[in-house]
């Protein structure tokens, strides 16, 4: 079937960058959007940013000209560049493929997929 591996993730100061990565992986025909979304203790999830299989981007407007999303779609793999970090970002990430259709044992499937977390944490 599929899985998502998120990796990148960690323990940075308030002001530095991470990258996280989340590849994709089984038989898979295509992935309509992948994108990253966020949870704080208390919170519930939010959309950071997604991209679709085209390029187009939406991206959050609290991390809007600091965190970007870029995609290869040869690897199936999505990626947020994220700059300027603050404490406010801190929250376990999670990495979400959306419309994946894949191949298995002899049939075709769609499905929604989302990675296990990773965790961000910005120091003040």
């Known amino acids: 079937q599929v899985q998502l591996v998120e990796s990148g993730g960690g323990l940075v100061q308030a002001g530095g960058s991470l990258r996280l990565s989340c590849a994709a992986s089984?038989?898979?025909?295509?992935?309509?959007?992948m994108g990253w979304y966020r949870q704080a203790p208390g919170n519930q999830r939010e959309l950071v940013a997604t991209i679709n299989l085209g390029g187009r981007t939406n991206v959050a407007d609290s991390v809007k000209g600091r965190f970007t999303i870029s995609r290869d779609n040869a690897k199936n793999t999505v990626y947020l560049q994220m700059n300027s970090l603050k404490h406010e970002d801190t929250a376990v990430y999670y990495c979400?493929?959306?419309?994946?259709?894949?191949?298995?044992?002899?049939?075709?499937?769609?499905?929604?997929?989302w990675g296990q977390g990773t965790q961000v944490t910005v120091h003040s």
């Open positions: 089984g038989s898979i025909l295509s992935i309509n959007a």
């Open positions: 979400n493929a959306d419309t994946v259709r894949y191949y298995y044992e002899g049939r075709i499937y769609e499905h929604d997929y």
